[in-house]
């Protein structure tokens, strides 16, 4: 089967929201997960005009491959709905569909060879690119229009599966959500100061061997930095909770997790505490609550300092929530966790998605 440069087949779509037609509630992100994502620019007062239009059955894609983690920032628009772009990205779209198929191109972008190609053909000096002119000069394999067909065919029927499944997966979010905003009309809301202690335990003689730190998105993970002795490093048992009381920026959110794992240390500058009365106040409960949006707010409302803000324990003390009885409480951390399970899976088929791009691509091309 003969190489071919893709140039031949794909054209550029330099398209401006000129008219200002589309607000900024089209606007999106490309991520290195080949996916449209919810787009992380600041918008407020931003004129739409020099945005680029991203319409169904389009390609975009941004240059810059050099502070992406050794990928390439994809995607492919698959819905009615045209969205808006930065102006530094790159928008296109197949013009030969008698000889390849959009679907199968993305199957092709959809692999760890093309983010290899991609960032090993990237040129500059502080700002190394993939330019366009690099990406039409990439040479491809195209089989036979049936052969992209049957492959494209099996990619889209198990992401039509993946999300059917995630579908189901936000009903469940959006219960147990409505549960919760339920209890706020029907109980009124309690400091949880009267169900908490701070700990303050030391790793004495280096007892506890496992290091741990915290991210924003309340997971307990291997730490970036780690010093040579964890003696006399903060320990969190089973069932505490670590948070860094330092907000970097008024709208950062906190590290804060609950420990479900075996024992382990943490920075000292952590701080640790656990729930004293757990017939009264579930600890998978109170989680719950510090990972929605409004703690989120109330810490760093009530971080106080110039340079390095701190949201203090007896700040924590004063968050307020609605405490119902111990039955009610479980039964809704029965709902999150099934949430939280099958979200998990739902992880766990779109890499299996993922991996299996490379799989049919090389299969299509042995025929």
Same mark, same amino acid.
């Given at each position: 089967?003969?190489? $071919?440069?893709?140039?031949?087949?794909?054209?550029?779509?330099?398209?401006?929201?000129?008219?200002?037609?589309l607000?900024?509630?089209?606007?999106?992100?490309?991520?290195?997960?080949?996916?449209i994502?919810?787009?992380?620019? /600041?918008?407020?007062?931003? @004129? &739409?005009?020099?945005?680029?239009?991203?319409?169904?059955?389009?390609?975009?894609?941004?240059?810059?491959?050099?502070?992406?983690?050794e990928?390439?920032?994809?995607?492919?628009? $698959?819905?009615?709905?045209?969205?808006?772009?930065?102006?530094?990205?790159?928008?296109f779209?197949?013009?030969?569909?008698?000889?390849?198929?959009?679907?199968y191109?993305?199957?092709?972008?959809?692999?760890?060879?093309? /983010?290899?190609?991609?960032?090993?053909?990237?040129?500059?000096?502080?700002?190394?690119?993939?330019?366009?002119? /690099?990406?039409? /000069?990439?040479?491809?394999?195209?089989?036979?229009?049936?052969?992209q067909?049957?492959?494209?065919?099996?990619?889209?029927?198990?992401?039509?599966?993946?999300?059917?499944?995630e579908?189901?997966?936000?009903?469940?979010?959006?219960?147990?959500?409505?549960?919760?905003? @339920?209890?706020?009309?029907? #109980?009124?809301?309690?400091? #949880?100061?009267?169900?908490?202690?701070?700990?303050?335990?030391?790793?004495?003689?280096?007892?506890?061997?496992?290091?741990?730190?915290i991210?924003?998105?309340?997971?307990?993970?291997?730490?970036?930095?780690?010093?040579?002795?964890?003696?006399?490093?903060?320990?969190?048992?089973?069932?505490?909770?670590?948070?860094?009381?330092?907000?970097?920026?008024?709208?950062?959110?906190?590290?804060?997790?609950?420990?479900?794992?075996? @024992?382990?240390?943490?920075?000292?500058?952590?701080?640790?505490?656990?729930?004293?009365?757990?017939?009264?106040?579930?600890?998978?409960?109170? &989680?719950?609550?510090?990972?929605?949006?409004?703690?989120?707010?109330?810490?760093?409302?009530?971080?106080?300092?110039?340079?390095?803000p $701190?949201?203090?324990?007896?700040?924590?003390?004063?968050?307020?929530?609605?405490?119902?009885?111990?039955?009610?409480?479980?039964?809704?951390? @029965?709902?999150?966790n099934?949430?939280? &399970?099958?979200?998990?899976?739902?992880?766990?088929?779109?890499?299996? #998605?993922?991996?299996?791009?490379?799989?049919?691509?090389?299969?299509?091309?042995?025929?």
């Amino acid at each position: 089967m003969a190489k $071919t440069k893709l140039g031949k087949y794909i054209a550029l779509s330099d398209l401006k929201n000129s008219d200002n037609k589309l607000d900024e509630n089209f606007v999106v992100g490309l991520s290195t997960n080949k996916e449209i994502i919810k787009t992380k620019a /600041d918008l407020d007062g931003v @004129n &739409m005009i020099s945005y680029k239009l991203f319409p169904p059955k389009h390609f975009a894609y941004v240059a810059d491959t050099s502070r992406r983690g050794e990928k390439i920032s994809l995607a492919y628009n $698959t819905i009615d709905t045209t969205y808006l772009v930065s102006s530094i990205s790159t928008v296109f779209y197949v013009k030969d569909t008698e000889e390849l198929l959009p679907d199968y191109l993305f199957m092709y972008f959809n692999r760890p060879e093309f /983010d290899r190609y991609s960032r090993f053909n990237s040129w500059g000096s502080a700002r190394e690119a993939f330019t366009w002119e /690099d990406l039409c /000069d990439m040479e491809i394999d195209l089989p036979s229009i049936p052969e992209q067909q049957k492959v494209v065919d099996v990619y889209n029927a198990m992401l039509a599966n993946q999300k059917a499944y995630e579908t189901g997966l936000e009903d469940l979010k959006l219960t147990c959500d409505a549960y919760i905003e @339920n209890l706020r009309r029907e #109980i009124p809301s309690e400091s #949880i100061g009267q169900y908490i202690e701070q700990r303050n335990e030391k790793n004495i003689s280096s007892q506890v061997k496992l290091a741990q730190g915290i991210n924003i998105n309340k997971q307990f993970i291997t730490p970036q930095r780690l010093g040579e002795s964890l003696n006399g490093a903060r320990v969190v048992r089973k069932g505490q909770f670590a948070y860094c009381d330092v907000m970097h920026k008024p709208d950062s959110k906190m590290p804060i997790a609950l420990r479900k794992d075996e @024992n382990c240390v943490v920075s000292g500058t952590y701080k640790t505490f656990e729930i004293t009365n757990s017939k009264k106040l579930l600890p998978e409960y109170l &989680m719950m609550w510090f990972e929605r949006p409004e703690f989120e707010r109330y810490a760093a409302y009530n971080s106080f300092g110039s340079a390095r803000p $701190t949201f203090d324990l007896s700040e924590m003390q004063l968050f307020a929530i609605p405490i119902p009885k111990i039955e009610i409480q479980q039964a809704i951390v @029965n709902i999150y966790n099934a949430y939280i &399970m099958r979200k998990e899976i739902n992880e766990k088929l779109k890499a299996q #998605i993922k991996n299996i791009c490379p799989i049919l691509i090389r299969g299509s091309l042995k025929k």
